[in-house]
C-alpha cells in the first residue's frame, strides 16, 4: 500500500516537473531540445543581417518595377479619359484585378452569365486581346484556340477546342469566369490578367472564332474584289 502510494506520488512529482517545471527560468547554457521542431528556421527575420548578401542586409528591395497584386496602376490621365493615340490610355483605365460584383468584374448579370463586353471595343482593345491570348492561352488552346497548343505534346491532352460549338455559344461572362477562377484542369488567370485585359482577351477569342467559321459572304461588298486576288486558303 505504501509502495504504491510512494510510486503514485513520484510519478506525480514528475509530472508536475514536466509540464510546469523550469518554465520562465533564466539560463545562459543552451536549452536541451529533443524535438526542436521548426523552432530555429534559416531564414532572416526583419530587419537583422544576412551574410549571404554583399551589403549584409537580410531585407531586399522589391525588383525594380514590382507591381503588388490589387494594385491600381497610376494613371497618366484622367480616369474618364478617351483613348490617346497609341490606346494607352484605355488600357491603364481601371487596370486592376476583380473587385466588386458588378458585370465588368465578375461577368455575372444578377444570378446568370452576362454577355457583351463591357468595354469600348476598338481596334487597339482587340490588338491588346491578341498579345494577351498569345501570352496567357495560346501554350494550351493553340494560336486559333482550337486546342492544340504546345502542351498537347507534353501531355496536357484535355485542352478544350475554344472553337468548339458549346464555347462558342458560352456567354462571354461564362468566359470571363473561366479565366477569372479555372476550370478543372485549367489553372485560374484572375491573379495574372487584369480585368481589362481579360475582356480584351474575349474580344479577341470572338474574332478567331469568326474567323474559323465565315464564308465569303461575311466580306464586305467593297472587298469583295480582293476576295478573287487571293489564293484560296488550304482546306484543313
Ligand atoms: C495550362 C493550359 C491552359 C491555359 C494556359 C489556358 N487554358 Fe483554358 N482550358 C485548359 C484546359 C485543360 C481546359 C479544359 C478544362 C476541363 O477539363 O473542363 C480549358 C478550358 C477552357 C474553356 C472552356 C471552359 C468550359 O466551361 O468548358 C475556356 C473558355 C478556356 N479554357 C479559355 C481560356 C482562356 C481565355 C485562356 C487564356 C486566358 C486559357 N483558357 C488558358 C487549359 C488551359
Redesign the pocket.
Known amino acids: 500500500m505504501l509502495r504504491a502510494f510512494f510510486l503514485i506520488s513520484l510519478l506525480l512529482a514528475i509530472a508536475w516537473f514536466a509540464v510546469f517545471g523550469f518554465r520562465g527560468q533564466k539560463s545562459t547554457r543552451p536549452e536541451i531540445e529533443i524535438f526542436p521542431d521548426m523552432v530555429r528556421q534559416p531564414k532572416v527575420r526583419a530587419q537583422a543581417e544576412s551574410k549571404f548578401f554583399a551589403d549584409q542586409r537580410g531585407g531586399r528591395q522589391p525588383i525594380a518595377g514590382t507591381v503588388p497584386i490589387g494594385y491600381d496602376m497610376p494613371m497618366p490621365h484622367d480616369e474618364g479619359s478617351a483613348v490617346d493615340a497609341k490606346g494607352e490610355g484605355a488600357m491603364h483605365a481601371h487596370l486592376g484585378f476583380t473587385e466588386g460584383t458588378d458585370y465588368y468584374n465578375t461577368g455575372k448579370m444578377g444570378a446568370n452569365w452576362g454577355t457583351g463586353i463591357p468595354m469600348n471595343v476598338t481596334p487597339q482593345l482587340l490588338e491588346r486581346g491578341r498579345q494577351?491570348?498569345d501570352i496567357?492561352?495560346m501554350?494550351?488552346?493553340g494560336e486559333l484556340g482550337n486546342g492544340d497548343?504546345i502542351?498537347k505534346q507534353f501531355g496536357?491532352a484535355?485542352?478544350?477546342s475554344?472553337q468548339d460549338d458549346?464555347?462558342r455559344k458560352?456567354p462571354d461572362g461564362?468566359?470571363f469566369e473561366?479565366?477569372t477562377n479555372?476550370?478543372?484542369?485549367?489553372?485560374p488567370?484572375g491573379p495574372r490578367?487584369v480585368v481589362p485585359d481579360?475582356w480584351a482577351?474575349?474580344c479577341y477569342?470572338r474574332t478567331l472564332q469568326r474567323s474559323q467559321h465565315a464564308s465569303a459572304a461575311d466580306v464586305p461588298a467593297d472587298h469583295q474584289a480582293d476576295l478573287e486576288k487571293q489564293p484560296e486558303p488550304a482546306t484543313k
Open positions: 494577351r491570348f496567357n492561352c501554350p494550351c488552346h497548343g502542351v496536357l484535355t485542352v478544350v475554344l458549346r464555347i458560352m461564362e468566359i473561366t479565366i479555372g476550370k478543372n484542369t485549367m489553372m488567370y490578367v481579360r482577351i474575349i477569342l
